[in-house]
């Protein structure tokens, strides 16, 4: 995941907040800029590069639309979230935005006192999602979709493998998305990567070129990249099969597209529910959400193999594989 926006000022930022430490409300504007913010607080892990740019980039976002008024803090695995539930008290505050794993296990120890939502994490059982909402950098299945669409006009029929306890909400949300473009979603469970190989290897061999393309989820137990990956692009590549994915670093390695996060634009949608929040603190329903705040990637090379034409393939995506 890459961070996007001005990099030297989110990177300033972000080494603001760890100088003064903990808690920190940083400095400047005006008292009456920051009062949109100075109810909200965003808990995220304290990680370095390339997860501190990505934070202070979507910190970005949240302060674009909420003022500079807002708290954050970068915790370690030692933090208590009784500590920090101290501090956010003696500063009044009404909603927690958690973001990566780090901040959600923050989030929910502190669900029963504040407004809770979480985002920024790349997979959640549904299990953890029971109290507060929480957006994901799994991509929208309409999204996705969409892209394969006007990409390949000719595909009917679209297959993913997939572990149900990670990943179930995700595929309701695609079959209604598969069924708005025309498309069939021919999803496949398993338990465990050696059941993912199995049925890789059989729906690769009976999945026709013009019609069948795969989609690839961020799905640990279904997508490992060292055993699974490389045997989908292969013989995918081998029988002119599209592949898409889910994941941004799949498209180097030769999957056709992906989406990825707009990280600032990001921060501005948890903002945006973080301040409905504030003033109705039971308006956003609980549940894992997808990534609608996205950019697009696409493999040039991958898709003259395919017969598409590049110039109108490119066409629309940020970022072009190989990039020469």
Known sequence: MKAHGCPSEATRRALLRQAVGGI??????????????????????????????????????????LGNGVTSVAVTDAATPA??????????IKVLIGLGRGGMRIAAALAAELSVLVGCVVSVQEAESRAFPVYTLAPDPAL?????????????????????????????????????????????????????????????AGADPARDALWLPQDPTTVDDNAVLPLVLREGWNRNIAVFSSHLAHVRRGALFSLYPDNRELGRSLATTAQRL????????????????ALAAINIRTAAHLGLDVAVAQSGFDMVYPSN
């Open 24 to 65: 920190a409300a940083l400095a400047g504007g005006s008292a009456l800029g920051a009062d949109a913010g100075r109810s909200v607080a965003v808990v995220y892990p304290s990680l370095g590069e390339p997860f501190k740019q990505i934070f202070a980039t979507i910190l970005d976002g949240i302060e674009d639309r």
């Open 278 to 293: 504030t003033t109705a603190p039971r308006s956003a329903a609980p549940g894992v959400l997808p990534l609608r705040q």
């Open 83 to 92: 500590g920090i539930a101290e501090d956010l008290r003696k500063r009044d």
């Open 144 to 204: 996705l979709l969409t892209r394969l669409k006007k990409l390949m006009p000719t595909a009917r029929r679209v297959h993913i493998v997939y572990d149900p306890r990670l990943n179930g909400w995700l595929v309701k949300l695609a079959r209604d998305a598969a069924k708005a473009e025309g498309l069939e979603l021919l999803a496949q469970e398993a338990a465990d990567q050696a059941g993912a190989l199995r049925i890789y290897t059989q729906l690769l």
